[in-house]
Each structure stands twice: as C-alpha cells, then as structure tokens.
C-alpha cells in the first residue's frame, strides 16, 4: 500500500507537471493518495484516528476538485475533521504534555503565522474570511501537537501549514508560484507521508526502558 501511494503521488505530480496535457491523470489519482496511506496505515494496524484523518483527506481532496463555494467549504470541513482526529490522536501520544522551551517557542511562532495570515490574506478572501481563520487555527494546532511525536511528525505538520499557506495565497489572488498546484500538491503528499510514517513508527517503539512485548500465538495483539 505504501508503495501505491508513492506511484500514484508520482503520477499526480506528473500530471501536474505536465498540465494541462496532464490534467485528467492528476485529477483521476487525487483522491486516492490520502486513500493509499489509509489503506497502509490500517494494514499495520495503526490507530484508529490516523485512518479517519486520512480518510476525512480523501474526501477533502475529492470535493476540492469540483467548482463552486459550497464544494470548497465542505472539502475544508473536511479537513478540518481530520485536523481533530490528528489533535486527538497527538494529545495521545502525548504531543501537548512535554512543557518544554522548544515546544513554547514553537507554539509561539506558529501562533505568530496564524495571526499574520489572518490579518493579511483576510482582507482578500471575502466571505471566506471568517472559516479561513478558523481553519487556521485548528490547522496550527495540529502542526504544533505534531511535533511531539518526534522530528518525522513534526516536519510533517510543518509541511501541511506551508501547502495550505500556498492555497490561501491563491484565494487571496496574490501572485503565484510558476506551477502553483504542483507545489501545493508536493508539499501536501510529502506532509500526508511524514505524518503518517512519523506515527506508525512512532506508536511501533516501545517506551524507553521499557522492552518490546513479544507477541504469540496465544496473546491477542495490543489495542491502540
């Protein structure tokens, strides 16, 4: 499954490196890529809220290919619901628990871009304004909880801010990047990628100190 995402993200990016001759294989793989990682993730019986963040991606990435408001407000509700299953999912992992310098300056840094953009792109985008700095929010929270589980997560998060800063910017008719969707979509994947791997391996490690159970025939495996 792992190896589906990767050939299916190589194929989108193709197709959008390619566009518009490549539009329509960008477009058919879209909504598989979150998909693929859900099917890795639940292969490996990861937890559970991994498999409805990407899930809820999937449906993201679907109804932000169609036209109109209405589809790009629910497919940004989507994503906000697997912003919450990842908060969730972090508070677990004890992303929010560790009160150190880092995390209070890392908190402080992505509270300072939440505020920018909010005051910058929020004169340009309308009506959208109001569930765009809402978005913000919940999309800043999540970058911060994921850096608790490690530098993977953490970059990851990172990552997902800088695709959906591209978006914004994009919406507030600012000037775009040569290949703009390219660039969103590259820095989206590799965000769905690091987030996932980051957990996986991340919930796989035994605590230190503490040796890895040995799994039998007779012991029923470990719930998440």
């Known amino acids: 499954m792992l190896l589906l995402f990767l050939a299916l993200a190589a194929v989108h990016l193709a197709g959008l ?9 960008a477009h058919a793989t879209k909504p598989a890529l979150a998909l693929a990682l859900a099917g890795y993730t639940a292969a490996r019986r990861g937890p559970w809220t991994l498999v409805v963040a990407l899930l809820c991606g999937c449906a993201g990435d679907t109804l932000l290919q169609l036209d109109g408001d209405t589809a790009f407000l ?15 999912l972090f508070t677990r992992m004890g992303g929010f628990s560790r009160a150190r310098r880092r995390t209070y300056v890392l908190a402080a840094c992505y ?11 929020g004169a340009d985008v309308g009506a959208l ?12 929270a999540m970058a911060l909880g994921a850096a608790g589980p490690g530098p993977r997560t953490g970059t990851g998060g990172a990552l997902f801010v800088l695709s959906d800063g591209l978006i914004a ?3 507030a008719h600012w000037p775009r990047l040569p290949g703009h969707q390219f660039w969103i979509m590259l820095t989206y994947l590799a965000a769905q990628y690091l987030l996932t791997t980051g957990v996986l391996d991340a919930a796989a ?7 890895a159970a ?9 719930a998440r």
């Open 17 to 25: 490196a390619a566009a518009p001759a490549g539009t329509a294989v």
């Open 129 to 140: 304004r109001a569930p765009l700095t809402g978005y913000g929010l919940l999309l800043a």
């Open 214 to 222: 040995r799994s039998t025939a007779s012991s029923p495996p470990s």
């Open 205 to 211: 490690t035994p605590p230190r100190g503490r040796p």
């Open 111 to 121: 509270a300072a871009v939440w505020a920018v953009s909010a005051l910058v792109l």
């Open 74 to 88: 629910a497919g940004m509700g989507c994503f906000a619901a697997g912003h919450i299953a990842y908060l969730v």
């Open 169 to 171: 910017t994009g919406l």
